[in-house]
């Protein structure tokens, strides 16, 4: 359960953190007060909060958060409604959990066509030849610091096989 709740928290903390809004170091807070701070994460905020995952993404850490914005959660539509039904949590969970990985991975640590595994336990695939990439989310902006983490602002939810 703990794992789980590590790997929510780290997907909330990719959802939260957002393109121009991060200019500067923020390593004096968290991932979450981060990604708050930028004001353009509303609906990864309520899906960390949806799936309780807001301790864990203040926790300790290190994570590596790939945030989706605002604008790429929008872009599914009535899913996201769904997926923040209170019935839908452990769904929820696995998405918020695929965007998250352990450990602090800074951009220019990435390796091209790596597959590191999320804290939900799948793996993503990333590509520096058409971008870079992550799976097929490109990062918009990389390298926001927490001090917690590091979050790199995607523009796409990634889903993880089979949840959705």
Excluded at 64 to 74: G, I, K, L
Excluded at 107 to 134: A, K, R
Aim: glycine share 10%.
């Amino acid at each position: 359960m703990k794992l789980t709740k590590t790997l929510t928290a780290a997907m909330l903390a990719f959802g939260l953190a957002g393109g121009a809004a991060f200019a500067g170091s923020h390593s004096g807070k968290d991932i979450v007060d981060t990604a708050v701070e930028a004001g353009s994460f509303n609906t990864l905020v309520a899906a960390v909060q949806a799936a309780g995952l807001v301790e864990t993404l203040k926790g300790e850490g290190p994570f590596t958060v790939f945030a989706p914005t605002d604008e790429a959660f929008t872009a599914l539509g009535a899913t996201v409604e769904e997926l923040l039904k209170p019935e839908n949590k452990d769904k929820l969970t696995a998405v918020l959990t695929y965007h998250v990985i352990a450990g602090e991975v800074m951009s220019g640590d990435l390796v091209d066509d790596s597959t590191p595994e999320t804290v939900q336990g799948g793996t993503v695939t990333i590509d520096l030849d058409n971008g870079p990439m992550v799976n097929d989310a490109n990062v918009v902006s990389a390298d926001v610091d927490a001090s917690n983490g590091v979050i790199h602002v995607i523009d796409k939810v990634l889903v993880p096989e089979g949840v959705l």
